[in-house]
Antibody, heavy 120, light 106 residues
């Protein structure tokens, strides 16, 4: 069974940093591109970042470019999102999701999400 | 950035057909994807590549995409289908989501 489990969310002050993790199991992690998608409270889904299967290509939404860094460790079957210079508008549930490639394909499995709260 | 427009809400009676639209520039030239999200849960893929259903998704879910509009159709809508639905597409190497449509079954 495919399983994606996010962790690392919590309360952080504006301007602070946080690292999210997504532990994958039930599939060959290194064969899939991975994504971070977020959802602000009561709002819709927003693409954040994507990384190719071996980590050689990384992509970011304009809203997080220069502040967030996506990475992965295929030996640990884990995806990461290093978030810096956090703003109140970054407050959201962050989901990791998998896809066959970075491109026009579906996100076929999602994690349960981890909540990031940005507040002083 | 690429914009996808969905109606905020759609209502349907049980057993009837619900149609949820998603509009975007030349959307018919791209693949459209649809996700269902129930309260407190993660999104679930219900339609991919415009018309395909993942395994485990009921046959009453179908999709189409032409021109500037993609449509998710739910035939014989059931109470369990009440949820938020999001369309998604790619443009210029960037993923975009529609704003979501709340489907009410009443």
């Amino acid at each position: 069974e495919v399983r994606l489990a996010e962790s690392g969310g919590g309360l952080v002050q504006p301007g602070g940093s946080l690292r999210l993790s997504c532990a994958a199991s039930g599939f060959t992690f290194s064969s899939y591109a991975m994504y971070w998608i977020r959802q602000a409270p009561g709002k819709g889904l927003e693409y954040v970042s994507a990384i190719s299967s071996y980590g050689g290509s990384k992509y970011y939404a304009d809203s997080v470019t220069g502040r967030f860094t996506i990475s992965r460790d295929n030996s640990k079957n884990t995806l990461y999102l290093q978030m810096g210079s956090l703003k109140r508008e970054d407050m959201a549930v962050y989901y990791c999701a998998r896809s066959r490639i970075v491109g026009p394909t579906e996100l076929d499995h999602w994690g349960q999400g981890t909540l990031v709260t940005v507040s002083s | 950035s690429y914009e996808l427009t969905q109606p905020p809400s759609v209502s349907v009676s049980p057993g009837q057909t619900a149609s949820i639209t998603c509009s975007g520039d030349r959307l018919g030239n791209k693949y459209a994807f649809w996700y269902q999200q129930k309260p407190g849960q993660s999104p679930v893929l219900v339609i991919y590549q415009n018309t395909k259903r993942p395994s485990g998704i009921p046959e009453r879910f179908s999709g189409s995409n032409s021109g500037i509009t993609a449509t998710l159709t739910i035939s014989g809508t059931q109470a369990m289908d009440e949820a938020d639905y999001y369309c998604q597409a790619w443009d210029s190497s960037t993923m975009a989501f529609g704003g979501g449509t709340k489907l009410t079954v009443l």
